[in-house]
């Protein structure tokens, strides 16, 4: 059994929950999972996520995400840190490259096409590693891709959202409702 205590702080400027345009979205996680916590395992985890957003020209966004998280102690193999879904280091194969720690940096270009129909160009770069340390110097692993937009309601900024994602593993495909980050 894992339960846990933890602390969180966040900060949010963002002009839209949706689709931002400019501000910043920031988190800051640390959780404790001992005999205290009723848990099976002893270990801690500390992350922190950073979501930028700022408008370059007319209705073109420049979107940028940076997550960095280590796992300090043993924790079980479930809690380790993973990339590549929908969400985070978008074309490798989900869960093909885990560990106890992670960074990743996500850049993504936003721009309108016509009417309620929107285009993104995006890249990531991101690691794993053993050791904190390792998830900066070990081989990076670098994606880029383009997807297409459908704005939902004309009130609302959410979209369905169909990516196609290209790394050296070959290609993959997305279809989700809402944005990467």
Not at 19 to 39: C, D, H, Q, V
Not at 105 to 117: K, M, N
Not at 166 to 178: K, N
Request: charged share 20%; aromatic share 18%.
């Amino acid at each position: 059994m894992v339960s846990s205590l933890g602390i969180s702080a966040s900060h949010d400027s963002r002009d839209d929950i949706f689709y931002s345009r400019k501000g910043i979205l920031a988190n800051f996680t640390a959780e404790k999972s001992a005999n205290y916590t009723l848990s099976n395992f002893d270990y801690g985890l500390i992350q922190l996520d950073v979501n930028y957003y700022q408008t370059i020209k007319g209705n073109d966004i420049l979107a940028t995400n940076f997550f960095t998280g280590t796992t300090l102690g043993e924790a079980p193999f479930f809690s380790y840190y993973y990339f590549s879904s929908g969400k985070r280091g978008r074309c490798f194969n989900d869960r093909r490259f885990i560990d106890k720690n992670m960074s990743i940096l996500q850049v993504e270009y936003r721009f309108p096409i016509y009417r309620r129909f929107r285009g993104s160009a995006f890249s990531s770069i991101e690691s794993v590693g053993n050791t904190y340390g390792e998830s900066f110097t070990n081989r990076k692993l670098w994606s880029y891709g383009g997807g297409l937009r459908f704005q939902l309601s004309k009130k609302q900024m959410s979209h369905i959202r169909l990516d196609v994602a290209r790394s050296y593993e070959g290609f993959q495909f997305y279809i989700t409702i809402g944005e990467t980050f």
